[in-house]
């Protein structure tokens, strides 16, 4: 079955210490993979996709076919990026996303 | 563009009453999503629609779930009965099919409560 596992529901880290957010997918074949963030009182965003390997606020994932995970990891954590985290999967040729159940970071001045 | 658009923001309503959550998804967007939010199960893809037609419903919960989108501007999702069980924060989502990313463009979501 399709599914997207996010360990934690909430992930505490003080500001300056590096962070990762755990995602590992079940998907026989080739998805795509998202992380989308809802910081508070704004609407749920895309911060980036496997496909773009790209860096966003300082934040990287990289996709591990072997492991079948997709973390996302940021050097130094910021006050401002304490958020709820989603990741997502997308089956190839559909539109359906698949999410994880989310986990809350909180960074701690 | 004010984004995805959904009204009302919040609803509450009693056991067995009918509840119509309304979308409008951005102005040439050609799929629609709705999707629920529980702290047990996370985001969950309800339904999704593409050009106006409903492409993969399977992840509605019941028979007393239903969607539809009369035009390319305009979804409802219709919960009757509703149950205390359907509380949770309803979201709409839009895209553009070969728009780069796929992103899906989230509205503000309905906070419903079933009491």
């Known amino acids: 079955a399709q599914r997207v596992t996010q360990p934690e529901k909430l992930l505490s880290v003080f500001k300056g210490a590096p962070v990762e957010l755990k995602c590992n997918y079940s998907?026989?074949?080739?998805?795509?993979l998202f992380w989308y963030v809802q910081y508070s009182r704004q609407r749920l965003q895309l911060l980036l996709r496997?496909?773009s390997r790209e860096s966003i606020k300082g934040f990287t994932a990289d996709l591990n076919k072997g492991e079948t995970s997709f973390h996302l990891k940021k050097p130094f954590a910021q006050e401002e990026d304490s958020a709820m985290y989603y990741c997502?999967?997308?089956?190839?040729?559909?539109?359906?996303?698949?999410f994880g159940t989310g986990t809350r970071l909180k960074v701690l001045a | 563009d004010a984004g995805v658009i959904q009204s009302p923001r919040h609803e509450v309503t009693e056991m067995g009453q009918e509840v119509t959550l309304r979308c409008k998804p951005i102005?040439?967007?050609?799929?629609l999503f709705w999707y629920r939010q529980t702290m047990m199960r996370g985001l969950e893809l309800l339904i999704y629609f593409n050009n106006n037609v409903p492409i993969d419903d399977s992840g509605m919960p019941e028979d007393r779930f239903s969607a539809k989108m009369p035009n390319a501007s305009f979804s409802t999702l219709k919960i009757q009965p509703s149950e205390p069980r359907d509380s949770a924060v309803y979201f709409c989502?839009?895209?553009?099919?070969?728009?780069?990313?796929?992103?899906?463009?989230f509205g503000p979501g309905t906070r419903l409560t079933v009491t």
């Open positions: 997502a999967l997308r089956a190839p040729g559909t539109y359906k996303y698949i």
């Open positions: 496997h496909i």
């Open positions: 989502a839009s895209s553009l099919r070969g728009a780069g990313t796929n992103e899906q463009y």
């Open positions: 998907y026989s074949g080739s998805p795509e």
């Open positions: 102005s040439g967007h050609d799929y």
